[in-house]
Nanobody, 115 residues
Framework: QVQLVESGGGLVQPGGSLRLSCAAS????????MGWYRQAPGKQRELVAG????????NYADSVKGRFTISRNYAKSTVDLQMNSLKPEDTAVYYC????????WGQGTQATVSS
């Protein structure tokens, strides 16, 4: 069973930055299309950023476009999410998962944007 481990969350002021990292126990982890999702209190989980396996094409939700960057770290076998210019509405638990054939969800990492 694949285990997903997200890290890097924390408390940051509006306008600040966080870098999230996702590691998975799956073999050939980096050959999957991967996504970063988030779930805010009282809301459904939403996909905010995705990256393809081969060409590493990326796509973003309109709400984070221009502020978030998803990337792969081949040396560490992780998928990372750089979040800049954070807003209070970015406050959520952030999760990663394969997009096409999701595995069991990990614990996620809490990102809180507040002054």
């Amino acid at each position: 069973q694949v285990q997903l481990v997200e890290s890097g969350g924390g408390l940051v002021q509006p306008g600040g930055s966080l870098r999230l990292s996702c590691a998975a126990s799956a073999a050939n982890f980096l050959m999957y299309d991967m996504g970063w999702y988030r779930q805010a209190p009282g809301k459904q989980r939403e996909l905010v950023a995705g990256i393809t396996a081969g060409l590493r094409n990326t796509n973003y939700a309109d709400s984070v476009k221009g502020r978030f960057t998803i990337s792969r770290n081949y040396a560490k076998s992780t998928v990372d999410l750089q979040m800049n210019s954070l807003k209070p509405e970015d406050t959520a638990v952030y999760y990663c998962n394969a997009i096409r054939t999701p595995w069991a969800w990990g614990q996620g990492t809490q990102a809180t944007v507040s002054s």
